[in-house]
């Protein structure tokens, strides 16, 4: 069943008609060939989709067969699949419509799909959508929601649907099988019969493409919306609530997913409003859903302002509660102890719960990563995380194997990605952000993969073809002087943002007037709290900078399962990426490169900035390679990056400047800020940043 | 009289006992031996004054009689004098002031007074203050005005004295002998009794220093103060309501110098609403002041919305008009035919009136070269334009030559500086915009110095031995590490803002909602006169850019003499300096140096960048050798200059682009900027820039 990528290449080349403006994402159409598709009776629309798909995305040999086929195969679990050379075979209908897309997948990257089975890492694989019932989409990027809009008319229109299936097509393509499809901080709203009615179309729509619809629901809604007098999770009258909610949900959608719940967090209510703990208010609502399969995902993310270390507060607040939980719930953790930060040790919770089922949470959008201006290809931030071994079973724990079930004997296994969609036409804003909804759903399929393949797969499917004049650049053209340095950038485009903005461990010390876009070290308002201010977790001081997070400080390091925890408390044996995040040392403290801790700070900025530069550059030759459109538009956003980058640098270093007193090395750029400028500029309001 | 500059050196630092703050100028305070001055009975203060500085600023060699002589000397001209081994002897007693300014400066340099003759080469050498009765000054960057205060009462303070005399004493160290001291946009009220009683309080403090005091004055005073139905000048009424003016002026400053005219100009009234000629206006002034030896200064920056060539309109109007002014007019030419940019081919006025008196008018306030945050050393550029060759008396007829009476027999001869002064303590906003008030006496008192000199001149005087640790540099030290680098860097300045602003001989293409700070091709409001907006002069299309001034043009080089009217006419002999001046030429027009133009326009702006990164990196490294207080100012003014050269050349190249569709090279550093943010920047008010 492999063809060429050549071939392909020049089919695609052919075939390209109409504008690339980004829409098509991942599945751009291209050039097919007859193949004929034998198949079981379909049970549900699924198979029918896999078929369609199979017809429309075939370009192996012409006058193929394919055989799909459902039965019963130990080695498949979940929606896996079996390749074989006749078809694809798997237990679930879902399972043949991913196998499916694999062999297009293959067809269209020139690689040969492999004979065997493929099963996912995680049972559920999902987005998570902070969008609001008004339309507004909270750290969204790419415009407003693609599920809600601020007319509360709701008429779902033929526009809503098309863009919905085109949606739950891409997911299907990568696997992800379920979408929260509102804000976690949610509206009780949510709830009413009018958004449920709603919910319901959205998940007509999603469903012949596997995707399980899911809602985030406000802890406090039997009393917003149900005009009780408590949302007690002990209370027999919430109990009712919750269970009728429930019930009335599934009458409509049968294959609900269930709840995402952010309790007791951040301001929203939760079960200790009542004295209740996490796990009273977890099995209350799992039980609500139970009887329909229904699953809830609770999330961990808690921080108190009291506390003297925010890193360690979920962990204290969940590892008490390991056992207490129903099997039906799942712990749903940020990769990082802090909030999604470009660079975060992992989540020391990872592992920590032995008798309960855990979930990573990603940030798919950029939220502190560039919005949708910046290129950051989060892939490689995400197979960090995933390969950071805990040691809480032993050496080779790692976040991916203590979540995926190899470990513990979870119930369920989930992965969740904050989602970066929108209505903009390239869905994302940035183009090169598509390639981290992409990244998401392949690596919770598959926790292992590199993300050297999958920037290459993604690459291969979102841009062959894409030029202005057809068919000018052979492959071999192709792959040298698009494909291998524009993989080469967005490998290196995550580590280039964690140089220019938050270098050896530094985190938190973003502006928060401009949303977390660009630098804001100094910004602590008086009455403030301070876990939400930057000087908390830079602490600068004449003597130096970091966070003491050692023995001799917050002790978070004692979190860590050892060996870690004593090669973290060592500045000697901590990885440089974490040094400022577990340590507060000195400007002239002498690093592993010999320099000192400023001059490595100074280094660190400035070569953030060359390195988007060198994106720049890079991005300036694949102009041959790629439609104007897109290639201007990314051009564009990498101007803006740049700049930001400066920003970043000039930024921290004379903030930094006035605790070190120490020079800038001659060896990089000078500031071409000054502190007193992007201090006022930072203390307004920005106007509103360039769209696509 | 020669003493080391080593020994002087560390002279200064060991006497260094107050801040440095840039108020002392080019005149600290120094360590000074005891003189014997012999010297006629003073029959002024200014005699007084020349002692005063000779005790209070020897340096040669202790116990020396120095001896003032005052005798006729046919080999003196003007306030010229003559140093011999025994003193200073000048025909005027401000002869022998500028004579002890020259062996204090000489000591200070380390250079040997050489014994002859010094003789200006202008007879008037002028400070033009655009500041306002309200306190504001027009493109003043450095505070409010020293001279006129918002609150009305006009109570003289010791404060304002003082700083008059200051200011008095700074001119009178470089040979500045007069000040306008209003703006040449007047406002009438200046010639009211109560602003008059001001300009005698102001004119007595700078008389002992041998600075004379001028005003501009509104033509169309006679009706707007003088409650007069006209001002035609040849009104027997208004003819009398200026002799009696000029009478009440006098009566109060016997030396009263004069009357500078801004008429017919941008707005301004002139005799031309009366039907009459330039020369009507001048003379009608002219005979007004002449009882007194006043001086009547007409500009002749004049120029029509609805010409087609802005640049041809002053000698269009004013060579016809040769001849027929009164002797003790002088016709004020701007150094350059448009208005003060950063490089401008000299005024074809310039050697073209040869029976008029003409002073070329240079403009000390960086209003086009980045206010008093960019470093530009406006000495090359003046040094530029004097030594230009108008041929119209044949080769050598350079722009000094043929204004300062070398070449024709003018009455009078002067050379005017638009001044940079203002309240800020440094006087002058950026530490380095003193040297261009330095420059300018400099200049004027000899138009053959050479810039290096001047700067050589300035440093030493300005800040050796500045350094918060002192005495810890030798001279040699000093000199290498300090001199050489900070003279090269002054003397680079102002071509590096030509490369980052305006490359090539493109002109006039600033921001006009940042007043004339950063770039702005693209300002070009509805309705707007043609001539004010950047399109007008860059002339940017698909075939290519820059103004065509040639014979198939406007024939603006027409104006000038040959052999310069036809090198400049061919694209193949016109300077490079010159060539958007002049031509419209294709984007991919070959240069001299083999590039295209698009190319080689990317270059220069990318120099410009690259060049003022550095001056940032030649200052940083003279963080010894500086106080910290100056170090610190120049440095932050750097920073900002460095980021606004980056916003030119993003701006210009992207804007530029549209029209040539040709990419930026590989060569050249990236934008940062995106076209859209920064014409979004450009169209509103920025906030207040930084200052010191």
């Keep these: 069943m492999k063809k060429s990528f050549l071939s392909f290449l020049f089919a695609v080349a052919a075939f390209q008609l109409r504008a690339e403006d980004g829409h098509q994402l991942w599945l751009r159409p291209h050039a097919t060939v007859p193949v004929t598709v034998v198949a079981p009776a379909s049970r549900s629309v699924l198979l029918a989709t896999a078929k369609q798909e199979l017809q429309q995305g075939w370009q192996g040999n012409a006058g193929a067969t394919v055989t799909l086929t459902l039965k019963k195969d130990k080695a498949i679990r979940y929606d896996g699949y079996r390749i074989s050379p006749s078809g694809v075979q798997a237990v679930t209908e879902r399972g043949l419509l991913y196998g499916v897309f694999e062999l297009i997948r293959c067809q269209q990257t020139g690689q040969a799909a492999q004979a065997g089975v493929s099963n996912p890492s995680y049972e559920y694989r999902l987005l998570n959508h902070w969008d609001n019932p008004d339309g507004s989409v909270e750290r969204g990027y790419a415009g407003q929601s693609i599920f809600w809009r601020k007319d509360s008319s709701f008429v779902t229109t033929s526009r809503d649907k098309t863009l919905w299936q085109e949606y739950a097509r891409a997911n299907a393509s990568v696997g992800i099988n379920g979408a929260v499809v509102n804000n976690v901080n949610a509206s009780p709203r949510i709830l009413s019969a009018e958004y449920l009615a709603r919910v319901k179309a959205i998940a007509d729509v999603l469903r012949p493409y596997g995707v399980k619809t899911f809602l985030a629901v406000k802890f406090s809604s039997p009393v917003l919306l149900g005009g009780l007098k408590t949302a007690d999770p002990l209370d027999p009258a919430v109990v009712k609530w919750w269970q009728a909610k429930a019930k009335e949900i599934y009458q409509q959608i049968p294959d609900f997913g269930g709840f995402l719940v952010k309790a007791s967090s951040e301001g929203q209510p939760g079960p200790q409003d009542y004295g209740r703990t996490h796990a009273d208010g977890a099995n209350m609502l799992a039980d609500a859903v139970r009887p329909y399969g229904g699953l809830v995902m609770w999330r961990a993310f808690v921080y108190s302002p009291s506390d003297k270390d925010r890193a360690k507060q979920a962990y204290n607040e969940f590892v008490p509660l390991d056992g207490k939980f129903r099997d039906n719930v799942i712990i749903q953790v940020k990769n990082g102890p802090v909030d999604f930060q470009p660079r975060e040790p992992f989540s020391p919770l990872f592992g920590a719960m032995k008798k309960t089922s855990v979930m990573p949470e990603f940030q798919i959008t950029q ?326």
């Design 367 to 692: 939220e502190y990563l560039g919005h949708s201006i910046d290129l950051a290809f989060l892939s490689t931030m995400w197979e960090e995380c995933l390969g950071s071994d805990t040691y809480q079973a032993g050496p080779g724990s790692t976040v991916a194997r203590v979540t995926d079930g190899s470990v513990y004997p979870q119930k369920h296994t989930a992965m969740a990605g904050v989602a970066n969609t929108g209505l903009d036409r390239n869905w994302t804003g940035q183009d090169f952000g598509q390639a981290n909804w992409y990244a998401f759903g392949r690596l919770a399929w598959n926790n292992q993969l590199k993300s050297a393949q999958i920037a290459d797969e993604w690459l291969k499917q979102t841009f062959a073809g894409a030029a202005d004049q057809q068919a000018t650049a052979s492959a071999a053209d192709w792959n040298a002087n698009f494909l291998a340095p524009v993989t080469q950038m967005m490998l290196d485009s995550r580590e280039a943002v964690v140089n220019y903005s938050m270098p050896l461990g530094l985190h938190h010390i973003m502006s928060a007037t401009h949303d977390h876009y660009g630098p804001g070290p100094w910004w602590a308002p008086p009455k403030m709290r301070a876990d939400w201010t930057p000087p908390y977790y830079h602490q600068a001081d004449a003597q130096g900078v970091g966070f003491n997070r050692t023995t001799t400080g917050s002790n978070a390091v004692s979190q860590y399962h050892e060996p870690l925890a004593s090669q973290l408390n060592d500045p000697a044996t901590c990885p440089d990426e974490y040094l400022l995040w577990f340590h507060h040392l000195p400007w002239d403290f002498k690093m592993k490169s010999g320099n000192t801790l400023w001059n490595e700070l100074c280094a660190h900025y400035d070569k953030g900035v060359h390195q988007v530069r060198q994106f720049q550059q890079t991005w300036d030759q694949t102009r041959p390679y790629v439609d104007a459109e897109r290639f201007a538009a990314v051009q564009n956003k990498l101007r803006a990056q740049s700049g930001a980058a400066v920003l970043w640098k000039d930024a921290c270093l004379l903030y930094f400047q006035q605790f070190s007193k120490l020079p800038i090395p001659a060896s990089v750029e000078p500031p071409m800020h000054t502190l007193d400028g992007v201090i006022a500029n930072d203390m307004v309001r920005p106007r509103p940043l360039p769209r696509p």
